[in-house]
């Protein structure tokens, strides 16, 4: 069955240090998306993605951070200057549509540790 | 802001109870999602509801949609252990793409 797959599952770095985090959706799908979840609070949207566009993004997703899409199958996020409080577990998901009833699949996540 | 509350917050059984957990919110969504996460891991998708009253089952699992699409519940019949995890619904409102999810519902399922 065809999944969402992130790398790498745990990145631990020093505060004001720039961190990518790698996503690959599944291959047919059309939209992206990062989630956050600081550890015991719930999942938090950051940004969906599509057609080499932002579509939407919340108050967390600043300027410190940006989503590219730089070949047919990679969906990245970068943080620019990490902070403390950026530590938390990321996930990427996809949709096959951007419709309100389609189903959006999670990726396993990665774990960022900011020191 | 929507909001969706889940309650038990915590729901610790026997092996073979019955239990519902419970997704409310006072926003409509255009879907709802359940998902089940183990620790550490990402949330691993149950199923989708997107019509009002809709009722969709998965062996054991029996999901709902309210009618006014504003709340949705999770019946377990005869829990397992295996059934043991954090349960959190998901819902989206129309002409957004995100799911906003709701506080998590931690359970514990006793041999």
């Known amino acids: 069955e065809p999944e969402v797959t992130q790398t790498p599952s745990h990145q631990v770095t020093q505060m004001g240090q720039e961190v990518i985090l790698r996503c690959v959706p599944i291959?047919?799908?059309?939209?992206f998306y990062w989630y956050r979840q600081i550890l015991g609070q719930k999942v938090e949207f950051l940004v969906s993605f599509y057609n080499n566009e932002i579509s939407e993004k919340s108050e967390i997703f600043d300027d410190q951070f940006s989503v590219e899409r730089p070949d047919g199958s990679n969906f990245t996020l970068k943080i620019r200057s990490t902070k403390l409080e950026d530590s938390a577990m990321y996930f990427c998901a996809s949709s096959e549509s951007g419709a309100d009833t389609d189903t959006q699949y999670f990726g396993p996540g990665t774990r960022l540790t900011v020191l | 802001t929507q909001l969706l509350e889940q309650s038990p917050q915590f729901l610790s059984i026997q092996e073979g109870e019955n239990l519902t957990v419970y997704c409310n919110s006072s926003?409509?969504?255009?879907?709802l999602q359940w998902y089940r996460q183990e620790p550490g891991e990402g949330p691993v998708l149950l199923v989708t509801?997107?019509?009002?009253?809709e009722v969709k089952k998965l062996k054991r699992l029996t999901f709902q949609f309210g009618d006014a699409r504003k709340d949705s519940s999770l019946h377990i019949t005869a829990a397992q252990p295996g059934d043991t995890g954090l349960y959190l619904c998901?819902?989206?409102?129309?002409?957004?793409?995100?799911?906003?999810f709701g506080t998590g519902t931690r359970l514990k399922v006793l041999a």
């Open positions: 509801v997107v019509t009002g009253g």
């Open positions: 926003s409509v969504f255009s879907s």
């Open positions: 291959s047919n799908h059309l939209y």
């Open positions: 998901a819902g989206r409102g129309a002409g957004t793409y995100k799911y906003i």
